[in-house]
């Protein structure tokens, strides 16, 4: 899957955070209500924009952003 397919980021659009394409939903609402426990199938009856690759892309682009976060340990004082 391609994620640039799914997911877009124009400054212009919700202030420059990713969306689905072609919508304003973010990823960080779709990831913000599967971890309320929203199902797929809610998300799609919800917002009938969306798709299964569309949630599954925004799934994969939240998973490449924290897999290339780096992390700096606070100095000892």
């Known amino acids: 899957m391609n994620v640039a ?3 877009h ?7 420059g955070k990713p969306t689905v394409r072609g ?3 973010t990823v960080e609402l779709v990831l913000r ?3 309320q ?3 797929e199938a ?5 917002y009938p924009q969306l798709t299964h690759e569309a949630i599954r892309a925004a799934a994969q682009y939240a998973a490449e ?3 290339h976060e780096e992390t ?3 100095a000892l004082a």
């Open 37 to 39: 426990g929203a199902t």
């Open 23 to 25: 919508t304003r939903i």
């Open 42 to 46: 809610d998300l799609i009856r919800a």
């Open 65 to 67: 952003l924290i897999a």
């Open 5 to 7: 397919d799914y997911i």
């Open 72 to 74: 700096v340990p606070a």
């Open 9 to 15: 980021v124009d400054a212009a659009v919700m202030l």
């Open 33 to 35: 209500k599967m971890a």
